[in-house]
């Protein structure tokens, strides 16, 4: 699914970098600077989990928007609407949600 995503995120004009696990991911967001939307799926493998993840990146890079992905309801109780999709959703849902979200950073 991963793979799929960024493959349609890419398709719609953004430049993706893609870890497999939470601890890649804070490597990867170490590595790029330039990174403008973390996208992360609430249940991850490894150590780290999306929450944890998002709260480790924040730290550094509070401006930064959060997009959580997720299968699981119950999961999403402290997650804002504009910050969520819920499995399944469309791969056009995914691009446009992303979308929103940097133009909600263009706007600060």
């Known amino acids: 699914m991963r793979q799929v995503m960024?493959?349609?995120l890419e398709d719609s004009g953004f430049k993706v970098v893609q870890a497999m696990?939470?601890?890649?991911?804070?490597?990867?967001?170490?590595?790029?600077s330039e990174v403008d939307l973390l996208i992360t799926d609430i249940g991850l493998p490894g150590a780290i989990d999306g929450w944890q993840l998002a709260d480790r990146v924040l730290q550094i890079?509070?401006?930064l928007p959060v997009l959580f992905v997720t299968?699981?309801?119950?999961?999403?109780?402290d997650?804002?609407?504009?910050?969520?999709?819920l499995k399944p959703f469309s791969l056009k849902?995914?691009?446009?949600?992303?979308?929103?979200?940097?133009?909600?950073?263009?706007?600060?």
């Not at 696990?21 to 790029?32: N, S």
């Not at 997650?79 to 999709?85: D, I």
């Not at 849902?93 to 909600?104: D, F, I, V």
């Open 79 to 85: 997650v804002p609407a504009q910050q969520l999709m």
């Open 21 to 32: 696990a939470g601890a890649a991911a804070l490597e990867q967001l170490h590595r790029h």
């Open 93 to 108: 849902a995914l691009s446009e949600k992303a979308w929103q979200l940097m133009g909600q950073v263009a706007e600060r």
């Open 61 to 63: 890079r509070p401006e």
């Open 6 to 8: 960024a493959e349609t």
């Open 71 to 77: 299968g699981y309801l119950h999961a999403t109780n």
